[in-house]
Every structure is written in C-alpha cells, then in structure tokens.
C-alpha cells in the first residue's frame, strides 16, 4: 500500500526551478491537515536530511541550504504537499522524499533532482 508518492524531479541546469509534489492517497483529510510535513534530500553517499517543513498551521520551516530558494506549501483538499525549487545548485541534487512530521509513515520511492549543466 503506498503511503506517499512524491513526484515532479527531473535534470535541471543550474539556476534552473522545479516544484515537486507529494501526494498522502491513504490519509485522511482530517489528519493531513491536521500534521506537519516535510521534504526531506538525501545526496548519494549522505544520510537523509530535512530541508523544509510545513506545521498545520502553515508555518514554514527551511534548512539554511536551501532558504530563500525553496517555498513549501501545502494543499490540504487535495492532500499534497509542495516543493518550488528556485535557483537550483549541483549541491542539491539528491533523492527528494516527504513525510509526516508528527506520525512517520512509510517511505515513498522519492522523486530525483539533478542539477547539472
């Protein structure tokens, strides 16, 4: 049963944008928006980090890598969570995943970015 599905990378030159999305298929309305969310990297070699977070009351965390270049966002209707990625570096190109803040569930396949000329 899939948990979460995260979408939307691809191969970007630097400076280039994406938006990523995360869908929640199996959680219901009442609990997604009543969770925080986050979108999560992990680079080859490197453990999995946190870099932006959302509370249910739409207050937005970022890791100091990526602020200033990355908005997350959330849609509770449609139980999705977003990433827009402006001015993208080679340094983030990694697997993106996201997940429940409060209650992990389990991992989606992510959605890879690579930044690359």
């Known amino acids: 049963q899939v948990h979460l599905v995260e979408s939307g990378g691809g191969l970007v030159q630097p400076g280039g944008s994406l938006r990523l999305s995360c869908r929640a298929p199996r959680m219901i309305l009442s609990t997604f928006s009543g969770t925080d969310m986050g979108w999560y990297r992990q680079a080859p070699g490197k453990q999995r980090e946190l870099v932006a977070s959302i509370s249910a009351y739409g207050r937005r965390n970022y890791t100091d890598a990526v602020k200033g270049r990355f908005t997350i966002s959330k849609d509770n209707g449609k139980r999705t969570v977003y990433l827009q990625m402006e001015s993208l570096k080679p340094e983030d190109t990694a697997v993106y995943y996201c997940?429940?803040?409060?209650?992990?569930?389990?991992w989606g396949q992510g959605t890879q970015v690579t930044v690359s000329p």
């Open positions: 997940n429940d803040l409060k209650w992990e569930r389990p």
